[in-house]
């Protein structure tokens, strides 16, 4: 970027008339997880990154533990690790900006080699993701020789290269069951395995990686919950330990948790997940009151709005797969993607 279009760009970061009616929907529609008094601060860096996506031909995939000014501000799709997959497959976008984490991105630039795809700051990784390694799955293979892999998409794309596919936690036991054999490896999350495990008579052969940010709920807290709100619905995520699904009205996937609220439309609700979760989801349903436990991805929240505004000018930080490990991840990942769609034509009910 030109030193003139620097002086440009910070000139545009000012909270100016124009910039306040360009974002003013935006800021009226996320006035109850975001105070009017702090949305000068977002609002320019909310208008100048819709500049720079029209100057890129980009579009911002955002994860649904993003925070709201980005969620709602900046996004052109939202969703879980599967819908973004998806998403990321279909654009028709020269570039992706992918505001989650780094497996994510890699996702992105696996199913789409032809596109640019960004992530604002690259150091954003996973608990789970470094909880296994592709000589760990190799070593495995020659433990249990023949017993097919099944490898949860929050890995690396190295791991996803061992793997005979990738699953997410919304078709997780779909994915088990689609290989039709009596036994799978199921890595890295042990808690979403042993789930999985309780679903299918399939037999799960797990791996120890936990996520930082669900492995803290406990079931006490959750009997807390309980306690302080009567009548509360419980949503968990099933990367909880299972003893905190036990005592969860719903489990299910982020995407899964977000149907279900408004397929039932519960007067209150606490989501056992990240904690933006919560600021996202209640502003598509404002009559739910939304108990907010409050579990911080430190990964996650690595991406704001002037990295994601600086990653379009600059166009950083680039994502690269090598194409030998790129080619065989395709492969898994293609194999969780059309699991993914017959569960679609199929209309398949969440568990629990």
């Not at 955002?62 to 000014?69: F, G, S, V």
């Not at 000589?135 to 690396?156: C, E, F, H, K, W």
């Not at 990738?166 to 199921?186: D, H, K, M, Q, Y």
């Not at 030998?324 to 993914?340: F, K, N, P, S, T």
Request: proline share 7%; hydrophobic share 45%.
């Amino acid at each position: 970027m030109s030193p003139r279009q620097a002086l440009s760009a910070s000139a545009a970061l000012d909270y100016t008339p124009e910039v306040a009616r360009a974002t003013a929907a935006i800021g009226e529609r996320v006035r109850a997880v975001i105070p009017p008094l702090e949305w000068p601060v977002h609002a320019p860096y909310v208008a100048a990154i819709a500049e720079w996506k029209a100057r890129r031909n980009a579009v911002v995939l955002a994860h649904n533990y993003q925070t709201p000014e980005i969620y709602h501000g900046v996004a052109d799709f939202t969703g879980d690790s599967l819908a973004l997959a998806q998403y990321g497959a279909g654009t028709a976008a020269d570039v992706i900006v992918l505001a989650g984490v780094h497996f994510m991105a890699e996702t992105a630039k696996i199913l789409s080699p032809g596109k640019t795809v960004l992530i604002p700051d690259p150091r954003a990784g996973c608990s789970l993701a470094a909880a296994i390694t592709a000589a760990d799955i190799r070593l495995l293979r020659q433990r249990y020789p023949g017993v097919p892999v099944v490898t949860y998409v929050n890995t690396s794309a190295a791991v996803k290269a061992e793997s005979d596919v990738c699953c997410t936690s919304a078709n997780a036991v779909a994915v088990v069951e689609s290989l039709g054999v009596p036994r799978v490896i199921f890595l890295p999350d042990e808690y979403l395995g042993r789930y999985v495990a309780e679903q299918t008579a399939v037999e799960v052969i797990l791996w120890r990686g936990h996520c930082e940010v669900h492995e803290r709920f406990t079931a006490a807290e959750l009997r807390g919950f309980r306690a302080g709100h009567p009548g509360i619905h419980i949503l968990a995520h099933p990367e909880c330990p299972p003893e905190v699904l036990a005592e969860a009205d719903f489990v299910g996937s982020t995407a899964a948790m977000i149907r279900h609220i408004g397929d039932t439309g519960p007067r209150r609700v606490v989501m056992v997940t990240e904690c933006s979760m919560s600021d996202n989801v209640a502003v598509e349903f404002p009559n739910v009151d939304f108990v907010r436990p409050c579990a911080l991805c430190p990964h996650m929240k690595r991406i704001t709005l002037p990295k994601i505004l600086r990653s379009l000018q600059e166009m950083e930080h680039r994502v690269e797969v090598a194409p030998q490990i790129a080619g065989r991840a395709r492969v898994a990942l293609e194999r969780m993607l059309a699991v993914g769609r017959r569960e679609r034509r199929e209309q398949a009910v969440e568990p629990r």
